[in-house]
């Protein structure tokens, strides 16, 4: 059984780091065609933050996180990542690992496995 795990949130103050790992257990991440991360603050919606494919590293970044936020894999270690950097109080939520079988994500209709998530929360 697909298990994807997420680490690393946590509270901190805007302008702060964090970094995210989702960590795959059940079947190796060579077997997703693409992985990413998503989010959720209370009362809205689960949108995409940045996904990555996992043959060739192509990555897509939402608007608002770009050029702060950079997602990477390690194929060794089954693991991705989400570096987020200089943190605005409106990055805070729950943080989702993603991944697809078949082809990219984009939208939330395109996941095959969610992790439980992570919370970040970010302080003005």
């Known amino acids: 059984q697909v298990q994807l795990v997420e680490s690393g949130g946590g509270l901190v103050q805007a302008g702060d780091s964090l970094r995210l790992s989702c960590a795959a257990s059940g079947r190796t991440f060579g077997t997703y065609s693409s992985m990413g991360w998503f989010r959720q603050a209370p009362g809205k919606d689960r949108e995409v933050v940045a996904t990555?494919?996992?043959?060739?590293?192509?990555?897509y970044y939402s608007d608002s996180v770009k050029g702060r936020f950079t997602i990477s894999r390690d194929n060794a270690k089954n693991t991705v990542y989400l570096q987020m950097n200089s943190l605005k109080p409106g990055d805070a939520g729950v943080y989702y690992c993603?991944?697809?079988?078949?082809?990219?994500?984009?939208?939330?209709?395109?996941?095959?496995?969610w992790g439980k998530g992570t919370l970040v929360t970010v302080s003005s």
């Open positions: 990555i494919t996992w043959r060739d590293g192509i990555t």
């Open positions: 993603a991944a697809r079988s078949f082809g990219r994500i984009r939208t939330y209709s395109d996941v095959d496995y």
